[in-house]
């Protein structure tokens, strides 16, 4: 019974519970006033990144402005003047119908076509040089000296550019036989074979040039052990850049002009700076060069530029092999140059090719451009130091022009310009100015 009556009131708790919560109805939750204070402001405000782009432009005026946007600008006009120079020289080999003979001469030392198109290209190659030489003397020597950029005797730039043409001419005597053995092979689809060709040798050039053509020209030694080296190969390791060695680059030999790279692909990365850069740089500015040539190892700008180029060079090839076909039609019985396979008609393709290649000026300007941007904007990431970039970009400006119009941008600059590099500077370090770091920086420049 006892427990009877125990169960039975347990019942009627259950039963009431609800029932009386429900009379008394929900309640509110207890609430505390919480008073909110606004917290100092950390932000220096007011900093204008076009205001400070203005100021660092304006510290290069007056005759160094002028000297640097003359020697800039001149520059255009050249490219019109090596475009005309190689179709005149491309126009009276075939006019003159030396081409013909050349070719004639060549079959007559040997029943190889091999053998018959490398000695064409080897007597064709000595003609071009010769017949460029006054203009290559001009653009390389005279123009550099007369705008204080050359260190060199003309001894010492001769022999430069004798390695230079030392390596184009075994270059050319090894890819233009290839070339129109491709030719002979593929026939009409040869222009497709010819891009692939010329993709391969643009991938052996990037691979195989920092280390065995451009230690020819300048002497290549591991950087001294120094706080500058143990920072930047630390710079290296926090991006993933694989190399254990700095090289310095004796630069100055040369020019006066600062640089730096890294260099190399598919196993023969490099890491350089040219002495220059030493001479003139700060630690700092030093730090931020190299923080932008890491961007173009870390972003893969080499394997970008490799298939962008290519494309360029593919549509290349495409409008040799259409422009090749029309000209001889019209031509070709006063050349006695009618197949594409005749390495007479080599002056012809090499016309074309230069033709292409100055229309697509823009475009391939815009290719590398972009790179160069995308690098900066790596560059400051990875180092945070836009002033010190910015200062390098002005000492830059002795042979590049600053502050160029839009166009003119888009049409011949490879790099961005002054302007738009330090602006891009400036617009970080305005996103950026809270930071412990850039906070002390505000007032720069």
Known sequence: ???????AALLLVFVALPALAQEAGPRAAPTAHVQVGALPSLVPTGYDAEKATQKYLSQINGNARAKSDAYFQGGYWLQLVDLIWALAIAGLLLGLKLSDRLRDWAAERTHSRTGQTMIYVAAYILTVAVATLPLSIYEGFFREHAYGLSNQSFLAWAGDFGINFAVSFIVSLIALPILYAVI????????AWGSALAVLFLVLQFALAPVFVAPLLNHYSPLPDSPIKSRILSLARANGVGVDSVYLVDASRQSNRISANV??????TRLSLNDNLLKQGTPDEVLAVLGHEMGHYVLGHALRLILLLGLVYACGFLFAHWGFRALTDFFGGFWNVRRIDDVAGLPLLVALASLWMFVMTPATNTIIRTTEQQADIFGVNAVRKPDAFST????LSSYRKLDPGPWEEAIFYDHPSGHTRIQTMMTWKKEHIADPDIRDTANRP
């Open 184 to 191: 002979r092979g593929t026939r009409e689809a040869w222009w």
């Open 392 to 395: 390098v970009i002005l000492k």
């Open 263 to 268: 260099s190399g692909f598919l196993g023969t």
């Open 1 to 7: 019974m006892k427990l009877a009556r125990i169960a």
